[in-house]
């Protein structure tokens, strides 16, 4: 009796086979995209085959967003809450993971493509214990020059230096701590410069940081410098980071 009334439950097995379908593709959405990074780490794939990975997968999720919407539509048609559930909170799934990556896209669109920000245009804290690793990389040592300074000035006016009227000593000790509690990876520390390098989570890129604290006649100046090893632009990452860290030296100065 049960099973002949399943047998004639509306629209059979369709709805429940396209909501099916739906989660298949939206699993392997999250296998594609979000092993790329980890792939790549382990040196299992190149960046470019990662990025190949990406876009497979930004079209899988599409596929998977249209196919949930369509599971949605016609199990509500036919009153199958169940795949009709399944189908909407697919849908729901992949708008959240697009999200990252349309607003990165979006945002490469709004900044400059520059991949070295300093608060000291005129004179950029220089890299000296990661030299060598920074050589090893695409991008240079230096700071690329007055093009890339002029492209900061007009987009990140806000990346300024800081001055703190307290001993060097003083400043220093919070700048180390601060710079220990972003989760950088500590280079070199002296008596007023630190070098560090943070490692983004995904895909594992490597940003090097030196910040470089003067003794004026106002107090301690405190510069810093955020350079990425690889690629032509850093989607305002550096910058960002710079400010990040600036206000959590503020915040830990201040306390």
Not at 206 to 218: A, G, Q
Request: glycine content about 8%.
């Amino acid at each position: 009796m049960t099973s002949t009334t399943n047998s004639h439950r509306r629209g059979g097995r369709w709805p429940i086979m396209i909501a099916w379908l739906a989660v298949i593709l939206l699993l392997a959405t999250a296998v594609v995209m979000g092993g790329s990074g980890p792939a790549y780490q382990k040196d299992w794939i190149s960046l470019g085959e990662a990025f190949t990975y990406l876009r497979r997968g930004a079209y899988l999720a599409i596929g998977a967003g249209a196919v949930g919407l369509v599971a949605l539509i016609v199990a509500g048609f036919c009153r199958r809450w169940g795949p009709a559930l399944i189908g909407g909170l697919v849908s729901l799934a992949v708008v959240g993971m697009l999200v990252v990556p349309v607003q990165m896209m979006q945002r490469s669109q709004s900044v400059p493509p520059i991949h070295d920000i300093t608060t000291d245009l005129e004179n950029p804290p220089a890299f000296e214990a990661l030299a060598a690793a920074r050589e090893a990389a695409p991008n240079a040592v230096n700071h690329p020059g007055e093009d890339t300074a002029r492209q900061q000035r007009d987009a990140y006016p806000a990346i300024q230096p800081v001055v703190f009227e307290q001993p060097l000593a003083n400043v220093m000790q919070a700048a180390e701590e601060t710079a220990q509690a972003q989760g950088w990876e500590i280079a070199s520390v002296t008596e007023n410069k630190i070098e560090a390098t943070a490692t983004t989570r995904w895909f594992g890129f490597k940003d090097d940081v030196v910040i470089r604290l003067t003794e004026t006649d106002e107090g301690v100046r405190v510069d810093m410098r955020s350079a990425s090893r690889f690629g032509a632009s850093d989607v305002g990452t550096n910058a960002a980071r710079i400010q990040a860290y600036l206000e959590a030296l503020k915040s830990s100065l201040r306390g």
